[in-house]
Nanobody, 121 residues
Framework: QVQLVESGGGLVQPGGSLRLSCAASGSIFSINAMGWYRQAPGKERELVAAITVGDRTNYADSVKGRFTISRDNAKNTVYLQMNSLKPEDTAVYSC???????????????WGQGTQVTVSS
C-alpha cells in the first residue's frame, strides 16, 4: 500500500506565496512521474504541474512563471512553490504519483487526500 500525504495549504492574501509538499510512503520500489492537480468548486479537476523522474516539467498555462514544481527522489517527495497567488488559484490541490511497488515492471497511480488553498483578502 502506498500513501501520499500533502501539507502546506492554507489561507493567503493575493500576491502571497505558499509551498505545498507531498510525501509518498509505503511499499515503494520507485516513482515515475509526480504531479499536482487542483479542483475549484463547480469546476473540473485540472493539471497544475507535473515532473518526471528526470526532472522534466510541465505547467498549466495559467500558472507558468508563478508556480514551480520540484522533487526530492531520496525523500519520495514532490513540492509546489506557488508565488504571486491570485484568487482564481483557490482550489483543493491534490498530488498524484505513478509508483512501482516491486521489481515487477508495473506502475500504479495514487492520489493524495488534497489540501485546501484559499487566496483571499
Amino acid at each position: 500500500q502506498v500513501q501520499l500525504v500533502e501539507s502546506g495549504g492554507g489561507l493567503v492574501q493575493p500576491g502571497g506565496s505558499l509551498r505545498l509538499s507531498c510525501a509518498a510512503s509505503g511499499s515503494i520500489f520507485s516513482i515515475n512521474a509526480m504531479g499536482w492537480y487542483r479542483q475549484a468548486p463547480g469546476k473540473e479537476r485540472e493539471l497544475v504541474a507535473a515532473i518526471t523522474v528526470g526532472d522534466r516539467t510541465n505547467y498549466a498555462d495559467s500558472v507558468k512563471g508563478r508556480f514551480t514544481i520540484s522533487r526530492d527522489n531520496a525523500k519520495n517527495t514532490v513540492y509546489l512553490q506557488m508565488n504571486s497567488l491570485k484568487p482564481e488559484d483557490t482550489a483543493v490541490y491534490s498530488c498524484n504519483a505513478d509508483v512501482r511497488i516491486s521489481a515487477f515492471p508495473a506502475w500504479y497511480n495514487y492520489w493524495g487526500q488534497g489540501t485546501q488553498v484559499t487566496v483571499s483578502s
